[in-house]
């Protein structure tokens, strides 16, 4: 890269706000929410919307409780034009909704907005002009004092078409477009100006916009200017601030969420950040940031797939696998120590039956957002142990001792460096079934009988069907238990050298289809360990069937 310091870029000046105090702000409510999916975001599109995406969108911003709505620039295009007469003509808007549209301070595009809205209960009239030194120069040509006739010039219009619409409740917004560009001493004197036209009053806010139409600097700085603001504004009781964040620095929702610290009452943003370049401030994720902060943020996203389903189906853009509380693997560990962290996480909560949510990995619950746990960990080969155990036990019951893991996770570890693949749950179940439930070898269990031995009525003689090298044989053999019994009777019959050092049981499902699971851990001759697992529904044949698991292993 050839980059001279300072020769083609400079860095955003410092505000000069040395008592700040937004840094020591907490976030305690949530503000006033305001999508411009169906404004801003659509303008951005490939494809803007038509009647029926815009609809559908609509419907759905407002069941996720959106009360304030950007539906469009019904200056711009007929297609603005009639969705917004549409959603009046045919009582789309329910009670307590707003919808609001956006305007250039320019008289035509004044007029034809207000023909737009007319019959509506209530709506928002956003008039918007540039005011940064940049837009100041090179698109308008003009001094600071002329961009300040535009908006006055388009206050005025606004302020009579409102005057003349009374049937509407009109709560005007003005947007400094460009605002973090702008000197903040001229961005709150043009705001004054258009407030000295729009007399608000304490019980008749207008809502001043402040956006960061293009992000140019680092959040704090967008968070002293928005606090600057807040301080400096006149008459900030008949005031409604608002934030505007983009994202093109990859900090908008950091952006928004100092600025609410800095004072601000409400947000403008969209579904998973679409908009103009790198979109808009994200709604869902500083709303979600709130929630795991302890704090209400009076939006349900308690069914995330169906927003991310909407959001891509309206915009004709994916939503990325890693986007932050919508993606679609963001509640996936695939990295060893990740699961096993979480398979502790949630065994720790279960036994301690805590409300809090403390899951290593897992800053929010994923079913709060309306997913299952059934993605939380995904196997392939940065995954460990504790991810295959988590899958075998939450999918199949199974609930494999330590050591087993240990074993069973090189087993599956050698596949998925072969593959290098990620493997469902059932594969590692079919993997884990034909390596121990159907140990292949020379020995299968049949059927067993036990009795009490007449000589010693603490021990028992068994009785098993077997068959060996594909001849059926029954075999015989006394002990403790019936363990013990079938080693001996396995020892005097075929040979097994082997001893038992643990043994594990434990069983899965309910009532009449309960099943045992029996693991058994034996040492060959020479110390090394040989594991055998067996599944029954009567728990002495799965504890026979974990020895011949662990005989036929021993012998491969
Ligand atoms: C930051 C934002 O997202 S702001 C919203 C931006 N959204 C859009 O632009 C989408 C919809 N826009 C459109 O469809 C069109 O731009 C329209 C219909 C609004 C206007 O179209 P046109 O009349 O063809 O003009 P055009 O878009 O080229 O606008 C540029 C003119 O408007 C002036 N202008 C731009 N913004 C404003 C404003 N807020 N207030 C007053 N004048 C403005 C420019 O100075 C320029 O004037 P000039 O022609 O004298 O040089
Ligand atoms: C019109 C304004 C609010 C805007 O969209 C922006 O500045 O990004």
């Known amino acids: ?122 709506a928002i009239v956003h008039l918007y002009n540039s005011t940064s030194t940049l837009q100041r120069r090179v698109v308008f040509d003009m001094d600071r004092e002329g961009i300040k006739q535009i908006a006055i010039e388009g206050a005025k219009l606004v302020r009579q078409l409102a005057d003349e619409m009374p049937e509407t409740k009109i709560q005007m917004e003005y947007s400094p477009e460009s605002f973090t560009q702008t000197e903040l001493d001229y961005a709150c004197e043009v705001c004054g100006a258009v407030m000295d036209i729009w007399k608000p009053t304490p019980d008749n806010k207008i809502i001043i916009n402040l956006p960061a139409t293009v992000e140019v600097a680092t959040p704090n700085i967008y968070a002293d200017q928005i606090e600057w603001m807040h301080r400096n504004l006149p008459n900030r009781d008949c005031i409604i ?36 370049r790198t979109g808009n401030v994200d709604v869902v ?161 049949v059927n067993h009988q036990t009795t009490v031995d007449t000589h010693a009525s603490e021990r028992r003689v068994l009785s098993a069907n077997v068959v060996y090298k594909g001849e059926e044989k029954t075999v015989e053999g006394s002990g403790t238990g019936p363990i013990d ?9 075929i040979g097994v050298d082997l001893s038992v050092n643990d043994y594990r049981e434990h069983t899965t499902g309910f009532g009449a289809d309960a099943v045992a699971v029996a693991y058994v851990e034996m040492r060959k001759p020479d110390g090394t360990p040989v594991y055998g697992v067996g599944r029954h529904a009567n728990i002495v044949t799965a504890s026979l069937r974990a020895i011949t698991s662990a005989v036929n292993r021993a012998a491969n």
Request: charged share 25%; with cysteine; hydrophobic share 35%.
């Open 1 to 122: 890269m050839n980059f001279v310091p300072g020769e083609k870029y400079k860095a955003f000046e410092p505000i000069n706000l040395p008592d700040r105090q937004w840094p020591s702000k907490v976030i305690e409510k949530a503000p006033i929410w305001c999508s411009v999916d169906l404004r801003d975001g659509n303008q951005a599109l490939i494809e803007p919307m038509g009647h029926e995406r815009k609809l559908r969108m609509f419907r759905h911003l407002v069941s996720l409780g959106f009360k304030e709505i950007e539906v469009g620039f019904p200056s711009a295009s007929q297609t603005d034009f009639d969705f917004v007469r549409y959603l009046i003509d045919n009582n789309e808007i329910p009670d307590g909704v707003k919808i609001q549209v956006l305007t250039q301070s320019r008289e035509e595009l004044i007029r034809r907005t207000f023909e737009a809205v007319q019959g509506a209960k209530e």
């Open 241 to 276: 601030l608002s934030l505007h964040p983009h994202n093109d620095r990859g900090t908008g929702v950091a952006a928004a969420e100092f600025g609410i610290m800095a004072g601000a009452d409400r947000v403008e943003g969209t579904l998973f950040g679409n908009g103009e």
């Open 285 to 445: 994720n500083i709303a979600m940031n709130m929630y795991t902060q302890g704090v209400n943020p009076e939006l349900d996203f308690s069914n995330i797939n169906e927003v991310v389903r909407t959001v891509e189906y309206c915009n004709q853009l994916p939503v990325h696998p890693r986007h932050p509380y919508g993606g679609e693997l963001v509640f996936t560990a695939f990295s060893g120590s990740h699961q096993d962290a979480i398979k502790k996480g949630f065994a720790a909560l279960k036994q301690a039956n805590a409300e809090l949510w403390e899951i290593p990995y897992l800053p929010i619950d994923p079913q709060d957002l309306g997913r299952s746990y059934d993605a939380v960990i995904r196997v392939n080969s940065q995954s460990g142990k504790g991810g295959v155990a988590y899958l075998l036990q939450e999918d199949y019951g199974i609930e494999l001792p330590r050591m087993l893991q240990v074993e069973f996770s090189k087993v599956i570890q050698k596949i998925t460096d072969e593959t290098g693949k990620e493997l469902s749950s059932s594969f590692i179940y079919d993997v884990f079934t034909e390596e121990y439930l159907e140990a292949k070898g020379d020995l299968s269990f």
């Open 485 to 493: 019994a079938y080693m001996s009777a396995l020892k005097s019959s």
